[in-house]
């Protein structure tokens, strides 16, 4: 690119993960701080808001300074500071929005809001450098599951997106009626190696009329009247079977969408994101339908698929290139929807 050197501080706090990132011209990640909550809300099987937003307050300030110090950098190096503003929950992002708009205010350095999806999206171009637009990516979280065309940076076509559960939210439900534990994504993934994913058809979700668009309720519902029908007749059966048959109904309808919108739209490089872009049945599936057909395939490391920073840096570093700036009354907006 050739062009000096533009050093982004990126803060994410949209949901139950406190961090910060140093991130240099949009790729070169010069520091990554993820504080979790996970062993938090362990305990009640699922994120609490309030406590969320308490925990943030704790350790939004050390997360930055710990940010910092890795990449070795002050905040007078520090060219722009991008901070997501939604969507997630709003005690939340407030808590993000706040420390970034006190920083830019102190130190006059430009602000940039960031959509939380345009993150993960961006994701992709710090494990893959030689990626550029256009692509289409499939955005697969705990409260997101949208299919994107990726015109160009900072530049997004939305063809589908879910009309009830996402995908992420499907997980964990149904690993709540099977007795694991939460985040439920990882714990199925993991159970589901140990079973049969053919020994239970679980149905695949189609809607007329809206090729691209994702429905995940009534999967769920189809797997819990399985195991209400298997208590009532008192029947045993294998957990692990009912983890593989139901992600691989999830993963099946993911690819066969997103493969569909590739052939149809004539686009040959395929990407995936979010949460559930950990998940190895989506991986293997879509790697696998990829180069069956032909595509590049690309995907960021499990770590930049969770929520993190640098992901929301990659994405600022962009959106200040194309001239988006905000001012100190920027907002929190837990409903904010992509391309707004």
Not at 248 to 273: Q, R, W, Y
């Amino acid at each position: 690119m050739g062009e000096k050197e533009i050093a982004v501080l990126a803060i994410e706090s949209s949901c139950d993960e406190t961090a910060a990132a140093v991130v240099v011209n949009g790729r070169d990640v010069r520091s990554n701080i993820i504080a979790s909550q996970i062993d938090i809300h362990k305990l009640y099987g699922g994120v609490v808001p309030e406590i969320a937003s308490r925990k943030h307050i704790e350790k939004i300030n050390q997360v930055i300074e710990e940010a910092l110090t890795e990449a070795g950098k002050t905040l007078d190096d520090i060219d722009v500071i991008c901070v997501t503003y939604g969507p997630g929950l709003v005690g939340a992002l407030l808590v993000g929005v706040g420390a970034a708009k006190a920083i830019s205010y102190a130190v006059g350095k430009p602000l940039v809001g960031v959509h939380h999806i345009e993150g993960h999206i961006s994701a992709n171009y710090i494990a893959n450098p030689d990626l550029e637009p256009p692509f289409l990516c499939l955005v697969a979280s705990g409260g997101h599951s949208h299919l994107v065309v990726v015109r160009d940076y900072g530049q997004y076509e939305i063809l589908g997106r879910t009309r009830d559960d996402a995908a992420g939210e499907a997980f964990d439900k149904v690993a709540r009626a099977i007795g694991l534990g939460y985040p439920g994504g990882p714990e199925i993934d993991r159970l589901s190696k140990e079973g049969n994913e053919k020994a239970i058809e679980f149905p695949r979700a189609s809607i007329e009329g809206a090729p691209y668009d994702f429905s995940f309720s009534g999967l769920k519902s189809a797997v819990l009247n399985y195991l209400n029908e298997c208590k009532m007749k008192q029947i045993e059966y294998s957990k692990a079977d009912v983890a593989a048959s139901f992600q691989c109904a999830v993963v099946d309808v993911l690819v066969e969408h997103t493969m569909l919108a590739a052939k149809n739209l004539g686009i040959s490089k395929v990407a995936i994101a979010g949460g559930v872009a950990c998940n190895t049945g989506l991986r293997e599936g879509m790697k696998a339908a990829c180069e069956k057909d032909g595509y590049e395939f690309y995907l960021p490391t499990p770590i930049l698929c969770t929520d993190n920073a640098a992901m929301i840096g990659a994405a600022g570093y962009y959106d200040y290139r194309n001239g988006v700036r905000h001012g100190l009354d920027l907002n929190a907006v837990p409903g904010l929807k992509l391309g707004e």
